[in-house]
């Protein structure tokens, strides 16, 4: 794989690459970096530009509270930190993308707009960020009735050409998983930590290799468990998917935050399966708006997910003619303008790729700063 100078850059301003990257160092946040890549956008400068001439020259005029020229230019100097980490990534095959890139998940950006993730490292088929689907979330520890539960949703939604979006965390969401996996469905796993483990892990590799899984993550694919990056991941699980379904959730924690957010922000239909669990928060998620999923696995149907007020979502024939080899994709055109996120095609504009170069001239290139 080769990365362009213009991706490089993206990757010096937001992305993390060890333990010293605070302070100064510190990356820009997706609501930072959305503000500096609109201001760039009207004074017609790439991201690529700022590897080379005078800083100071070229973000005159550009005042912020947070993202001062001082931090873009320490952010900037990282460049030996991100030539030794590209190289490690690319070998072990992993992939970069932004938000410029014609197969970079629409539904982020619809949904997300300027908080769309500037960058995405994953494996797998990149194809399969753009398939929809059902989105299956739920807590790490629970019942063995859950995980039989878990495990044939991903069959069912194999059986109906539907992709399943989760965590890839043990639990539901592992489980649901490797239920459409080991039935030769489709699945998206969107990671909150570990992606370059998850890669070279033997339970995925039969499905990276015959291109019937892609597993995603916005942050360092070296990361380790961190509470505040599993919290933020959860948007991203909902935003790719058409529905999601909630099987089991505490009254707390990830699954409970993510499942509050998508009712507040309306991002997908959201389905909550009933339990007996005292100490499950189902029952309030589903007083607070969600809808209430068939606690017998034998009374579900995946078209019921997609349906609301008995109206679908997406036609019987968008979501159940295709084969899982054969998920349509209709790229985004680089630049060009959709009424329902205008700053997002913006962003996506500025970062538009320049000329691509190779791995080997990585080092060199990023040197410039």
């Known amino acids: 794989m080769t990365v362009s100078a213009n991706t490089q850059a993206i ?5 993390r690459f060890g333990k010293s990257d605070s302070g100064a160092n510190k990356p820009l946040t997706p609501k930072e970096y959305g503000r500096f890549a609109e201001w760039l956008r009207f004074q017609s400068l790439t991201p690529e530009r700022l590897l080379s001439g005078d800083l100071q020259e070229l973000l005159q005029g550009w005042q912020d509270k947070t993202v001062t020229v001082e931090r873009v230019g320490a952010l900037l100097d990282r460049g030996s930190a991100l030539a030794l980490s590209m190289e490690k990534w690319l070998r072990a095959g992993l992939w970069v993308m932004t ?5 970079y998940p629409r539904r982020l950006k619809q949904h997300l707009r300027s908080d769309s993730p500037a960058v995405l490292f994953g494996c797998g088929n990149r194809a399969l960020l753009n398939s929809g689907g059902l989105a299956v979330i739920g807590s790490r520890k629970v019942s063995q009735d859950d995980l ?3 495990s044939r949703i991903g069959e069912m939604a194999s059986n109906a050409g539907v992709s399943i ?3 890839g965390a043990r639990g539901v969401d592992e489980t649901a998983m490797l239920g459409a996996l080991g039935s030769e469905g489709i699945a998206v796993g969107v990671l909150a930590d570990s992606l370059l483990r998850a890669c070279s892990s033997g339970k995925y590799r039969r499905a990276l290799m015959e291109n019937n899984l892609v597993l995603v993550s916005p942050f360092n694919p070296e990361a380790g468990f961190n509470t505040g990056n599993a919290m933020a991941r959860n ?3 909902y935003c790719l998917a058409d529905a999601a379904l909630a099987i089991h959730s505490g009254k707390k924690g990830g699954t409970w935050s993510g499942a509050q957010e998508d009712l507040k922000r309306g991002w997908v239909p959201l389905w909550v399966k009933q339990t007996d669990d005292p100490e499950g928060g189902n029952k309030a998620l589903i007083a607070a708006g969600a809808m209430e999923a068939p ?4 009374a579900v149907s995946i078209e019921t997910f997609f349906q609301v007020a008995n109206e679908p979502s997406r036609s019987d024939e968008d979501l159940f003619s295709a084969a899982p080899s054969s998920v349509e994709v209709v790229p985004t055109e680089i630049g060009a303008p959709e ?3 205008p700053l997002a095609d913006a962003l996506t504009a500025v970062e538009e790729d320049r000329p691509v170069v190779s791995g080997g001239d990585l080092g060199a290139i990023v040197s410039d700063t």
């Open 339 to 341: 009424s329902h996120a």
């Open 165 to 167: 979006v989760s965590g």
């Open 99 to 103: 938000r410029s890139a014609p197969d």
């Open 148 to 150: 039989v539960y878990s």
């Open 295 to 298: 606690s017998d696995i034998g």
């Open 235 to 237: 948007k991203y699980i």
């Open 11 to 15: 990757l010096l301003l937001t992305a």
